[in-house]
């Protein structure tokens, strides 16, 4: 709204000129969709608490202090990651622009399948909630509609291209193949965001840590002289997607002041498939989509354990940790909950650095 007060009356106005600037309106972005995550949640979670009344089902096969500690926390926190995120972006971003309106709608539709899926949980109260393969169909049609959009309304010599970390200039074009592999891109990141929200405040920051440094190489990437310097290959309009990080890094921060350990809410598959959608995304708006296994190296690890146990047991019989995801096998091995999370929160910091450095290591 604010972009279009900015093309509508800046010239008569002098004073809005200063919405021009991406990073004016990214740092706004971000105190805004702060302050009305803080405002909505007491009231919100106390609504959660009287829908709900028992809150997220627990696993049963899961340690068994989550059956103390977490019982009757309510879920789906993560509407209101969504909302705040959605308002943020819708007053301080372009309208316009492609790559906002694409980030949205994988952000929301991503959101809408974890919120069913955390629905028929608490229909059902059981933690199994939509099937696997229901929910693959749905991220699989969302991520396809978004690449639609972006290979109708954007360069198409770029679509198709990869960028490689850590070489300068190069651009990979998979043809055809980059279909289906931003697909496994954008679900397999999802997913690996929903598998590592299993404590407190695990999720959330690594999040926010990857977030921004898309952020980053987004208005990087938009900006040709800052391209052409660290040899990127500049992407017309990629930089407004600085606004949408900056408010999703708010709303992050806003939902972590009520989701720290002892969590009041948990953002459920409704905001970890919804968020993990949207850094995928990024990572394909900005053909950084490699760098993304650095970057989100914690949700890489996280979801590589479960695939090494589910696959170990089925060829052996044998479990290669004592439960996954991993920070599950960490747990079952005695340390504590806030350890955990603060050295996944450590890990994901270093290799957000790893990932920025990359853009000059060439």
Not at 126 to 147: E, H, I, M
Not at 217 to 245: M, N, Q, R, W
Not at 300 to 317: D, F, H, M, W
Request: hydrophobic share 50%; glycine share 10%.
């Amino acid at each position: 709204m604010f972009y279009w007060l900015y093309t509508t009356f800046g010239q008569d106005i002098s004073g809005l000129n200063v919405l021009r600037y991406i990073s004016f309106r990214s740092i706004w972005a971000l105190i805004t969709a702060l302050a009305l995550t803080m405002a909505l949640g007491k009231p919100f979670i106390a609504w959660l608490r009287q829908q709900q009344k028992h809150g997220q089902p627990i696993r049963s096969d899961g340690p068994e202090s989550h059956l103390l500690t977490k019982q009757s926390t309510p879920t789906m926190g993560g509407m209101m990651i969504l909302l705040t995120l959605t308002l943020s972006t819708l007053l301080w971003a372009d309208w316009g622009n492609v790559y906002i309106l694409s980030i949205l709608l994988v952000t929301l539709g991503y959101g809408a399948v974890g919120f069913y899926d955390d629905f028929l949980k608490l229909r059902y109260r059981n933690s199994k909630g939509l099937s696997g393969k229901g929910k693959l169909f749905w991220q699989s049609t969302l991520a396809a509609a978004a690449l639609a959009t972006l290979y109708l309304f954007t360069d198409p010599l770029m679509f198709s291209t990869v960028s490689l970390p850590f070489f300068k200039d190069i651009l990979w074009d998979l043809g055809w193949f980059f279909v289906p592999f931003a697909v496994i891109v954008l679900v397999g990141t999802s997913n690996a965001v929903n598998l590592t929200d299993g404590l407190d405040g695990l999720a959330t920051v690594p999040i926010m840590m990857a977030v921004g440094c898309y952020g980053i190489i987004a208005y990087l990437t938009g900006h040709t002289i800052f391209a052409d310097y660290l040899y990127i290959k500049p992407i017309v309009g990629t930089g407004e997607l600085s606004v949408f990080c900056a408010a999703l890094i708010g709303s992050c921060l806003g939902f972590l002041w009520f989701n720290a350990p002892p969590a009041s809410v948990f953002m459920g598959d409704t905001g970890s498939l919804g968020l993990g959608g949207a850094l995928g995304a990024l990572a394909v708006m900005t053909k950084q989509e490699l760098l993304l296994l650095v970057i989100g190296g914690v949700f890489v690890v996280e979801a590589a354990s479960v695939i090494l146990q589910v696959g170990s047991y089925k060829l052996r019989k044998k479990r290669i940790f004592k439960m996954a995801p991993l920070h599950h096998h960490f747990e079952k091995n005695g340390l504590s909950e806030s350890t955990i999370v603060i050295r996944f929160w450590i890990v994901a910091v270093i290799l957000a650095l790893v990932g920025l450095a990359s853009l000059k290591v060439r």
